[in-house]
C-alpha cells in the first residue's frame, strides 16, 4: 500500500508541477507568474530614471532628463544618436505595447493567444497588411537617411530587449507566457500599417452594393446624398479653384455588378476621428497664433501615445509620439506646431475578380486574361498546427473574399484597391515637420504624405496658419467606389492620382482660423468628386460657430472647446419631438423622465440625466426606422444620423418610417412614443439595478487594458461627459487620446493631457496617473526645455554612454 501512496504522490507532484509551469487554455502558467524571483512580483517597482547605462553604437553621451510627468527630455549630439535613444527609452516605458500593435498589424495574435486570434489573423492577412508594410518600407529604402534613421531606432529598442531578463520582463509577456522578438525596421512599417488600418481602412461599398440593388439608385440617393444642406467644410465655402486645371476622370459607359455580399470584414471602430483648430494672431488675446489637436482614438492602457521631447543643437521638438514610429507625430518645436485629424476620405474599393477556373491563376482583365500571384500565409498558432492561407493577388490587391474566405464561389472573388498598399514613406514626414521652421518647411514636409489622409494644421511663430487636407487621392469619376466595381473594366481602374498642389488646403484665412472635425472637405465647386461618406455633421459647426463667436481667443477658450459637452444633434432633434409626439398615453413614470428630458439643456455633463434619456431614446429610435436594413443574408448599414433626422423631420410619412412587422403604417411621429416608452422602461429597469442614471454613471467611460478581461489594468466609471458627435468625443470606449494647445510665441508655450500615463507597467505610479485630470478637463503644462541643463522640475537624469 505504501508503495501505491508514494506513487500517486509523485504522479501528484508531476501533475501539478507541470500545471504550474505551462499555460492551460487563457491561464498562463501559475507557477512562472507567480514565482518570486522572476514572475509578477517583480513588475510592482516603478522604472530606474537615473544612473549611466551603455549603448552600443552612440557616438556621444545622450543626456536624457526625467521630469515630475515621467516625461523623458533627450539631448543628442546627432540625429542617429537622438533616435537610437528614442527607441530605447521607448523601449524602456512601452515595450510591450509597441510589440504587440505589431503583431496585431502583421496578423500574428495566434502565436501570442492561440486559436482563438485566428479569424483575427486572417483577416489582417487578407487585408494585406504585411504587403502594405513590405511596399512601405521599399519605399523608404529609396531614403537613405530615413533608413539610417530607421536602424538607429531598431538598434535602440534592441539594446534594451537585450538588458532584460525573465524576471523584469513586462508583466503582459508573464501573463501570456511569451518573450519579446528583437525589433526591425519593418516592425516599424507594421506599427504605420496599423494606424493605416484604423484611420484609412473604413469602407461601405459592398454594403452599398446590397441597398442600391434592393432599394434602387433613387432611394439610395436620398438616403446617401453626396452633399448635407449644412456642410460646413474644411475649406472655407468661399475659397477659389479655378486655379485647378488638371484633367477630370470621365465615367465610364457600362453596368457595375450587383452582387449580393453576405458578410463583409469588421471594419475600424466608428468613433476613430479628431478635432484641431488655429487661430491667427490676429485673433488672439497674445497676438500669437495658438493651436489645438485631440485625436479620438479608443481609449486604451498603455495609451496609444508616449510624450517625449527629442533634441540635438540642430532642431528641438516636443509633443506625443507613437511607440514603434520615430519623432514627434503631434507636437511642436521652437518654430512651428502642428496637429492631424482624420480625412475619412474614400482610399479602398472593392473589384469583383472573374477568375479563369478553379486553379484562380488568371482573371478576366480587358478581354483577355491576367496572370494572378499568390502570397502563402503562414499564421502559426500557439499549441496547434499552423495554418496556411494562400492568398490570390491582382492588379488591384489581394482577392480579400474567396471561396476560402467568406464567400463559396471557385470562380469569383472581390479584390481590394486600398492606398494603404501602395507604399509611400510615411516616416519621412513627421521627421521633416520635426525639424520645420516655417509654412514652407511644413508644405514640403507633407507634399508626400500617403496614408492614413490627413488633415495637418499648422502655426508658426512667424504668425502664419495653415491646413492642408494631405494625402494620395484617387482621382475619381463620379460615383468611383461608392459600390463594387468591375475588375475586368480597366475604366473602372483608378486612372490617376489628385496632383499634391491641388489638395484641398488654406492658408491665413480671412476669418482668422482653421478648422477640421472629420467632415466634408470642401464644397461643391471643388472639382475633384469626394465622396460624402457622412461621418461628420454636429462637431465641427460647434467649433467653427465658436469661432464666429467673438474677435478673441485666449487658451483658456481652447480649453472650454475642447472640453465642450454640447449635444448639437439632440438639440436639432428633441424640440421637433416634444412638439409632434403624443404623449397622453405617457403613465406618470414615463411623463415623469420624459419631463427630465425636456427640461434638458442640450449639455451632456456628468450630473445630468438629459443625456442619458436622449441616449436611451435614440438608441430604440434608430433601429425602429431601418428595420428594413435588418438582414442577416445580406451586409448592410444604416443611413446616416444626420440623413435620418432630416427625413424624420422632413417626411415623417415616408415608408421607411413604417416599422415592417406591425400592420400600422407607423410615421415618424408614432416612432417616437413608441421608442420613448421602451427607452423610459430600460431607464426604470437600469435604475432598479444601479441608481440614478446621470449621465457619469450611464455613459460608464473607461480606459481600458489593450488585451481584453483584464480589469485589473484599466479604469471605469470615469466622470466625463460628451459623447459620440460632441466637441469632447468620449464615448464608453473612445474619446480624445491627446489633448494638446500650443500658444506660439518665442519659445512656445504648450499644455498637454491624455487619459494613461508615460509608464507601460500596471505595477508603476506612471501607469495611470493622467486619467484623473483628463476626466476632469484640467492640462499639464509640458515643460519644454530650452538647452540640456536640468531645471527644478527636473526630478531624474539618466545617461545614455557610449559602449564601444
Same mark, same amino acid.
Given at each position: 500500500?505504501?508503495?501505491?501512496?508514494?506513487?500517486?504522490?509523485?504522479?501528484?507532484?508531476?501533475?501539478?508541477?507541470?500545471?504550474?509551469?505551462?499555460?492551460?487554455?487563457?491561464?498562463?502558467?501559475?507557477?512562472?507568474?507567480?514565482?518570486?524571483?522572476?514572475?509578477?512580483?517583480?513588475?510592482?517597482?516603478? @522604472?530606474?530614471?537615473?544612473?549611466?547605462? %551603455?549603448?552600443?553604437?552612440?557616438?556621444?553621451?545622450?543626456?536624457?532628463?526625467?521630469?515630475?510627468?515621467?516625461?523623458?527630455?533627450?539631448? /543628442?549630439?546627432?540625429?542617429?544618436?537622438?533616435?537610437?535613444?528614442?527607441?530605447?527609452?521607448?523601449?524602456?516605458? +512601452?515595450?510591450?505595447?509597441?510589440?504587440?500593435?505589431?503583431?496585431?498589424?502583421?496578423?500574428?495574435?495566434?502565436?501570442?493567444?492561440?486559436?482563438?486570434?485566428?479569424?483575427?489573423?486572417? &483577416?489582417?492577412?487578407?487585408?494585406?497588411?504585411?504587403?502594405?508594410?513590405?511596399?512601405?518600407?521599399?519605399?523608404?529604402?529609396?531614403?537613405?537617411?530615413?533608413? /539610417?534613421?530607421?536602424?538607429?531606432? +531598431?538598434?535602440?529598442?534592441?539594446?534594451?530587449?537585450?538588458?532584460?531578463?525573465?524576471?523584469?520582463?513586462?508583466?503582459?509577456?508573464?501573463?501570456?507566457?511569451?518573450?519579446?522578438?528583437?525589433?526591425?525596421?519593418?516592425?516599424? /512599417?507594421?506599427?504605420?500599417?496599423?494606424?493605416?488600418?484604423?484611420?484609412?481602412?473604413?469602407?461601405?461599398?459592398? #454594403?452599398?452594393?446590397?441597398?442600391? !440593388?434592393?432599394?434602387?439608385?433613387?432611394?439610395?440617393?436620398?438616403?446617401?446624398?453626396?452633399?448635407?444642406?449644412?456642410? $460646413?467644410?474644411?475649406?472655407?465655402? @468661399?475659397?477659389?479653384?479655378?486655379?485647378?486645371?488638371?484633367?477630370?476622370?470621365?465615367?465610364?459607359? *457600362?453596368?457595375?455588378?450587383?452582387? &449580393?455580399?453576405?458578410?463583409?470584414?469588421?471594419?475600424?471602430?466608428?468613433?476613430?476621428?479628431?478635432?484641431?483648430?488655429?487661430?491667427?494672431?490676429?485673433?488672439?488675446?497674445?497676438?500669437?497664433?495658438?493651436? /489645438?489637436?485631440?485625436?479620438?482614438?479608443?481609449?486604451?492602457?498603455?495609451?496609444?501615445?508616449?510624450?517625449?521631447?527629442?533634441?540635438?543643437?540642430?532642431? =528641438?521638438?516636443?509633443?506625443?509620439?507613437?511607440?514603434?514610429?520615430?519623432?514627434?507625430?503631434?507636437?511642436?518645436?521652437?518654430?512651428?506646431?502642428?496637429?492631424?485629424? %482624420?480625412?475619412?476620405?474614400?482610399?479602398?474599393?472593392?473589384?469583383?475578380?472573374?477568375?479563369?477556373?478553379? &486553379?484562380?491563376?488568371?482573371?478576366?482583365?480587358?478581354?483577355?486574361?491576367?496572370?494572378?500571384?499568390?502570397?502563402?500565409?503562414?499564421?502559426?498558432?500557439?499549441?496547434?498546427?499552423?495554418?496556411?492561407?494562400?492568398?490570390?493577388?491582382?492588379?488591384?490587391?489581394?482577392?480579400?473574399?474567396?471561396?476560402?474566405?467568406?464567400? $463559396?464561389?471557385?470562380?469569383?472573388?472581390?479584390?481590394?484597391?486600398?492606398?494603404?498598399? &501602395?507604399? *509611400?514613406?510615411?516616416? !519621412?514626414?513627421?521627421?521633416?515637420? =520635426?525639424?520645420?521652421?516655417?509654412?514652407?518647411?511644413?508644405?514640403?514636409?507633407?507634399?508626400?504624405?500617403?496614408?492614413?489622409?490627413?488633415?495637418?494644421?499648422?502655426?508658426?511663430?512667424?504668425?502664419?496658419?495653415?491646413?492642408?487636407?494631405?494625402?494620395?487621392?484617387?482621382?475619381?469619376?463620379?460615383?468611383? *467606389?461608392?459600390?463594387?466595381?468591375?475588375?475586368?473594366?480597366?475604366?473602372?481602374?483608378?486612372?490617376?492620382?489628385?496632383?499634391?498642389?491641388?489638395?484641398?488646403?488654406?492658408?491665413?484665412?480671412?476669418?482668422?482660423?482653421?478648422?477640421?472635425?472629420?467632415?466634408?472637405?470642401?464644397?461643391?465647386?471643388?472639382?475633384?468628386?469626394?465622396?460624402?461618406?457622412?461621418?461628420?455633421?454636429?462637431?465641427?459647426?460647434?467649433?467653427?460657430?465658436?469661432?464666429?463667436?467673438?474677435?478673441?481667443?485666449?487658451?483658456?477658450?481652447?480649453?472650454?472647446?475642447?472640453?465642450?459637452?454640447?449635444?448639437?444633434?439632440?438639440?436639432?432633434?428633441?424640440?421637433?419631438?416634444?412638439?409632434?409626439?403624443?404623449?397622453?398615453?405617457?403613465?406618470?413614470?414615463?411623463?415623469?423622465?420624459?419631463?427630465?428630458?425636456?427640461?434638458?439643456?442640450?449639455?451632456?455633463?456628468? #450630473?445630468?440625466?438629459?443625456?442619458?434619456?436622449?441616449?436611451?431614446?435614440?438608441?430604440?429610435?434608430?433601429?425602429?426606422?431601418?428595420?428594413?436594413?435588418?438582414?442577416?443574408?445580406?451586409?448592410?448599414?444604416?443611413?446616416?444620423?444626420?440623413?435620418?433626422?432630416?427625413?424624420?423631420?422632413?417626411?415623417?410619412?415616408?415608408?421607411?418610417?413604417?416599422?415592417?412587422?406591425?400592420?400600422?403604417?407607423?410615421?415618424?411621429?408614432?416612432?417616437?412614443?413608441?421608442?420613448?416608452?421602451?427607452?423610459?422602461? #430600460?431607464?426604470?429597469?437600469?435604475?432598479?439595478?444601479?441608481?440614478?442614471?446621470?449621465?457619469?454613471?450611464?455613459?460608464?467611460?473607461?480606459?481600458?487594458?489593450?488585451?481584453?478581461?483584464?480589469?485589473?489594468?484599466?479604469?471605469?466609471?470615469?466622470?466625463?461627459?460628451?459623447?459620440?458627435?460632441?466637441?469632447?468625443?468620449?464615448?464608453?470606449?473612445?474619446?480624445?487620446?491627446?489633448?494638446?494647445?500650443?500658444?506660439?510665441?518665442?519659445?512656445?508655450?504648450?499644455?498637454?493631457?491624455?487619459?494613461?500615463?508615460?509608464? *507601460?507597467?500596471?505595477?508603476?505610479?506612471?501607469?495611470?496617473?493622467?486619467? $484623473?485630470?483628463?476626466?476632469?478637463?484640467?492640462?499639464?503644462?509640458?515643460?519644454?526645455?530650452?538647452?540640456?541643463?536640468?531645471?527644478?522640475?527636473?526630478?531624474?537624469?539618466?545617461?545614455?554612454?557610449?559602449? %564601444?
Amino acid at each position: 500500500m505504501k508503495y501505491i501512496k508514494l506513487l500517486i504522490t509523485f504522479v501528484l507532484t508531476i501533475v501539478v508541477f507541470y500545471a504550474l509551469n505551462t499555460k492551460l487554455g487563457a491561464v498562463p502558467p501559475i507557477g512562472k507568474f507567480l514565482d518570486p524571483a522572476g514572475g509578477v512580483w517583480q513588475n510592482e517597482t516603478n @522604472e530606474v530614471i537615473d544612473g549611466n547605462v %551603455n549603448i552600443k553604437g552612440l557616438s556621444a553621451p545622450v543626456t536624457i532628463h526625467y521630469d515630475a510627468q515621467l516625461i523623458p527630455h533627450i539631448f /543628442a549630439q546627432n540625429d542617429i544618436d537622438l533616435y537610437k535613444a528614442q527607441g530605447y527609452i521607448t523601449a524602456k516605458h +512601452r515595450l510591450w505595447q509597441m510589440e504587440f500593435q505589431t503583431h496585431a498589424a502583421a496578423g500574428r495574435i495566434s502565436e501570442i493567444i492561440g486559436s482563438d486570434g485566428l479569424t483575427y489573423d486572417q &483577416t489582417a492577412r487578407r487585408r494585406g497588411m504585411g504587403f502594405g508594410a513590405d511596399r512601405s518600407l521599399e519605399k523608404m529604402q529609396e531614403d537613405p537617411e530615413t533608413v /539610417a534613421f530607421l536602424e538607429a531606432y +531598431r538598434d535602440g529598442v534592441n539594446n534594451y530587449i537585450e538588458s532584460l531578463d525573465t524576471k523584469n520582463l513586462p508583466v503582459e509577456y508573464k501573463l501570456l507566457d511569451y518573450k519579446p522578438e528583437p525589433w526591425t525596421t519593418k516592425k516599424t /512599417a507594421l506599427l504605420l500599417m496599423y494606424m493605416t488600418k484604423m484611420l484609412a481602412g473604413g469602407d461601405d461599398d459592398l #454594403e452599398y452594393t446590397n441597398m442600391l !440593388r434592393k432599394f434602387g439608385k433613387e432611394r439610395f440617393d436620398l438616403l446617401f446624398p453626396d452633399f448635407f444642406d449644412i456642410n $460646413d467644410p474644411i475649406i472655407p465655402k @468661399e475659397t477659389d479653384w479655378s486655379f485647378i486645371d488638371v484633367k477630370m476622370t470621365k465615367t465610364p459607359q *457600362g453596368e457595375l455588378p450587383q452582387d &449580393t455580399i453576405a458578410q463583409t470584414i469588421v471594419k475600424p471602430h466608428p468613433d476613430n476621428g479628431s478635432n484641431n483648430w488655429a487661430v491667427s494672431g490676429a485673433k488672439s488675446t497674445t497676438g500669437n497664433p495658438i493651436l /489645438a489637436n485631440d485625436p479620438h482614438l479608443g481609449l486604451k492602457l498603455p495609451s496609444i501615445w508616449f510624450v517625449m521631447q527629442l533634441s540635438t543643437p540642430e532642431h =528641438n521638438t516636443m509633443g506625443a509620439t507613437l511607440p514603434g514610429a520615430l519623432g514627434v507625430i503631434s507636437g511642436f518645436n521652437t518654430h512651428i506646431s502642428w496637429g492631424e485629424t %482624420n480625412a475619412t476620405r474614400d482610399v479602398l474599393d472593392w473589384y469583383k475578380i472573374e477568375f479563369k477556373d478553379d &486553379t484562380r491563376t488568371q482573371y478576366k482583365y480587358d478581354g483577355g486574361w491576367k496572370n494572378t500571384t499568390v502570397r502563402v500565409e503562414e499564421i502559426k498558432i500557439k499549441g496547434a498546427a499552423t495554418v496556411l492561407d494562400s492568398v490570390i493577388y491582382t492588379h488591384h490587391g489581394p482577392v480579400t473574399y474567396d471561396h476560402n474566405f467568406m464567400s $463559396d464561389n471557385e470562380k469569383s472573388g472581390y479584390a481590394m484597391r486600398w492606398i494603404g498598399h &501602395t507604399g *509611400g514613406n510615411n516616416q !519621412r514626414p513627421f521627421l521633416a515637420l =520635426n525639424k520645420a521652421k516655417n509654412y514652407d518647411d511644413y508644405v514640403n514636409a507633407i507634399k508626400n504624405y500617403t496614408a492614413p489622409a490627413q488633415n495637418f494644421v499648422f502655426a508658426s511663430t512667424e504668425g502664419d496658419i495653415a491646413i492642408w487636407i494631405q494625402g494620395l487621392f484617387p482621382n475619381k469619376w463620379k460615383g468611383q *467606389g461608392k459600390f463594387l466595381l468591375d475588375g475586368s473594366n480597366p475604366d473602372h481602374d483608378w486612372q490617376s492620382y489628385i496632383p499634391q498642389a491641388f489638395n484641398a488646403h488654406s492658408k491665413n484665412p480671412e476669418r482668422g482660423f482653421v478648422s477640421s472635425a472629420n467632415q466634408h472637405p470642401v464644397d461643391e465647386k471643388y472639382p475633384f468628386y469626394i465622396f460624402n461618406d457622412g461621418y461628420e455633421t454636429y462637431r465641427n459647426r460647434v467649433i467653427n460657430d465658436f469661432f464666429r463667436s467673438k474677435n478673441k481667443f485666449s487658451v483658456e477658450d481652447f480649453k472650454n472647446l475642447h472640453n465642450n459637452n454640447y449635444n448639437l444633434k439632440a438639440a436639432e432633434l428633441l424640440p421637433y419631438m416634444f412638439k409632434t409626439m403624443d404623449v397622453s398615453s405617457l403613465t406618470s413614470e414615463e411623463k415623469e423622465i420624459y419631463n427630465q428630458v425636456k427640461s434638458w439643456d442640450f449639455n451632456n455633463d456628468i #450630473e445630468k440625466l438629459g443625456p442619458s434619456i436622449w441616449r436611451a431614446w435614440w438608441y430604440k429610435l434608430y433601429p425602429m426606422i431601418w428595420d428594413e436594413f435588418d438582414s442577416e443574408a445580406e451586409a448592410m448599414m444604416s443611413p446616416y444620423t444626420y440623413q435620418s433626422i432630416y427625413l424624420m423631420t422632413n417626411q415623417p410619412n415616408d415608408p421607411f418610417m413604417d416599422i415592417i412587422e406591425t400592420p400600422e403604417k407607423e410615421t415618424a411621429h408614432d416612432l417616437f412614443l413608441l421608442a420613448f416608452k421602451e427607452a423610459a422602461k #430600460e431607464l426604470i429597469d437600469w435604475k432598479s439595478l444601479n441608481g440614478d442614471y446621470n449621465w457619469q454613471a450611464y455613459k460608464a467611460t473607461r480606459v481600458g487594458h489593450l488585451l481584453q478581461g483584464l480589469p485589473a489594468f484599466s479604469r471605469f466609471d470615469l466622470p466625463i461627459g460628451g459623447d459620440a458627435s460632441i466637441v469632447n468625443a468620449t464615448s464608453e470606449t473612445h474619446g480624445p487620446s491627446w489633448r494638446m494647445i500650443v500658444e506660439m510665441s518665442s519659445p512656445p508655450k504648450a499644455l498637454g493631457i491624455y487619459p494613461g500615463g508615460q509608464s *507601460g507597467n500596471p505595477g508603476s505610479t506612471y501607469y495611470d496617473n493622467f486619467v $484623473d485630470d483628463w476626466a476632469i478637463g484640467k492640462y499639464h503644462e509640458l515643460n519644454f526645455m530650452q538647452n540640456a541643463t536640468a531645471t527644478d522640475q527636473i526630478i531624474a537624469t539618466q545617461t545614455l554612454t557610449p559602449s %564601444n
